[in-house]
């Protein structure tokens, strides 16, 4: 059981960190649209930094998610496997808002 939690939480942190990543990417990518494109309208701008806002959000979520699974409830053994922490409710709701705003 342990063999099977151990490699399921493994996938949890290789993802986490890419996820990270990509974040960061979003924020170089943000930092150079603010640079070469100043005279977009209000109204775009405002979207870019509304989902640059919505991702770094949804980064601390998984990573305080990570926390629980992998550090702070590292003891609790089986419950851990029927246990989701506030933070992955919040991060697929953020999740569900960005898409909402990027397809609108």
Same mark, same amino acid.
């Given at each position: 059981?342990?063999?099977?939690?151990?490699?399921?939480? /493994?996938?949890?942190?290789?993802?986490?960190?890419?996820?990270? #990543?990509?974040?960061?990417?979003?924020?170089?990518?943000? !930092?150079?649209?603010?640079?070469?494109?100043? +005279? *977009?309208?209000? +109204? &775009?701008?405002?979207? &870019?930094?509304?989902?640059?806002?919505?991702?770094?959000?949804?980064?601390?979520? $998984?990573?305080?998610?990570?926390? +629980?699974?992998? @550090?702070?409830?590292?003891?609790? /053994?089986?419950?851990?496997? *029927?246990? $989701?922490?506030?933070? @992955?409710?919040?991060?697929?709701?953020?999740? !569900?808002?960005?898409? #909402?705003?990027?397809?609108?």
């Amino acid at each position: 059981m342990l063999t099977r939690l151990q490699s399921t939480l /493994g996938a949890l942190l290789v993802g986490s960190l890419l996820s990270t #990543f990509l974040s960061g990417t979003v924020s170089m990518q943000v !930092a150079f649209y603010n640079t070469v494109y100043q +005279k *977009d309208t209000l +109204k &775009v701008k405002l979207t &870019v930094s509304v989902i640059w806002l919505l991702d770094f959000l949804h980064t601390v979520f $998984i990573c305080v998610s990570d926390w +629980k699974y992998l @550090i702070a409830n590292w003891t609790s /053994g089986s419950d851990v496997e *029927d246990w $989701i922490p506030w933070s @992955i409710a919040a991060s697929v709701a953020l999740t !569900a808002l960005m898409t #909402f705003v990027v397809q609108w």
